[in-house]
């Protein structure tokens, strides 16, 4: 099982990027599908989680209060793909930022990507 992160780059304040998530091995769409990031020198943090599309769960997401209406997710089920949209970029969004995938958003993740590096500078 992979989980895989892409997108990353460097891009100017007030840019956007978008990170992809997908993975060979698992079906995201069953999955809860955390993005977490880090940046040197501090702590890992929940950017947001998007709860399964099956069973009881609604696929809905869930965002830190710090990327709520700049941050959006996506998801391209036919490609097995989540999209995290970042818009309105600020230098305090750079970051290693990691998808990660388990039962459900209010548990730890059990699959872990690799991490994709996101810097805003000017």
């Known amino acids: 099982v992979q989980v895989v992160e892409s997108g990353g780059g460097l891009v100017q304040p007030g840019g956007s990027l978008r990170l992809s998530c997908t993975s060979s091995?698992?079906?995201?769409?069953?999955?809860?599908i955390h993005w977490f990031r880090q940046a040197p020198g501090k702590e890992r943090e929940e950017v947001s989680c998007t709860r399964s599309t099956g069973g009881s769960s609604d696929g809905s997401t869930i965002y830190t209060d710090s990327v709520k209406g700049r941050f959006t997710i996506a998801r391209d089920s036919a490609k097995n793909i989540i999209y995290l949209q970042m818009n309105g970029l600020k230098p305090e969004d750079t970051a290693v930022y990691y998808c990660?995938?388990?039962?459900?958003?209010?548990?730890?993740?059990?699959?872990w990507g690799q991490g994709t590096q996101v810097t805003v500078s000017s």
């Open positions: 091995g698992l079906t995201l769409d069953y999955y809860a």
């Open positions: 990660a995938a388990g039962s459900w958003c209010e548990n730890d993740a059990d699959y």
